[in-house]
């Protein structure tokens, strides 16, 4: 096949790429740039299609694999390796362990507040909170669905006002 039968069956066939370009950056410029980095390489690289086999694929197999190779060049950039003398940057005061202590008073405090609930209110949000639906709630305490939805939304604004210290 010449370069210009190459370069006219691209042409055909580079439309239909687009879509999947689209799947894979999930962005339109990001797309045309790996369509047109695709029908380059395809183009480049011409000599290894082996005429006769599906060029579609071939194009499909090379847009993937190009896109791979972005990603994981993109990843590497935004990897930092340390190569101060005393690796500051690693033993810098951003990577602090935290002391567990914190989020057990908070969880104390959480099942605290949640008994001082009217029972009305706590247990229609406790069974939410579990997972059940709203209809389930509704049935088993046998109340209406919107008295359901009232009362959990009154036990959240409760719950908030209770443990207001905890918001950053």
């Known amino acids: 096949m010449t370069a210009l039968e190459f370069g006219y069956a691209l042409h055909t066939i580079a439309h239909s790429l687009k879509p999947f370009a689209l799947k894979l950056t999930k962005d339109a410029e ?4 790996l369509l047109q980095e695709t029908v380059l390489k395809a183009f480049i ?3 290894k299609f082996s005429e006769g086999t599906n060029l579609k694929a071939w194009l499909y197999t090379i847009m993937k694999n190009t896109f791979i190779t972005n990603y994981q060049r ?11 003398e005393n690796l500051h940057y690693l ?10 202590a ?3 008073f908070a969880l104390q405090d ?10 009305a209110y706590s247990k229609p ?7 059940f639906k709203y209809h389930e709630i509704a049935e088993r305490l046998n109340i209406p669905i919107g008295t359901v939805k009232n009362r959990i939304h009154i036990a959240r604004k409760e719950l908030k ?8």
């Open 30 to 33: 990001d797309a045309n740039d």
């Open 45 to 47: 690289n011409r000599d």
């Open 74 to 84: 993109i990843l590497r950039r935004n990897t930092f390796i340390d190569t101060t």
């Open 91 to 100: 033993n810098s005061s951003d990577q602090i362990a935290q002391n567990g």
């Open 102 to 104: 914190y989020s057990t």
């Open 110 to 119: 959480i099942h605290r507040a949640i008994e001082r609930l009217d029972e």
């Open 125 to 131: 949000f406790l069974m939410h909170f579990r997972g």
């Open 161 to 168: 006002e209770q443990l207001q210290m905890y918001v950053h």
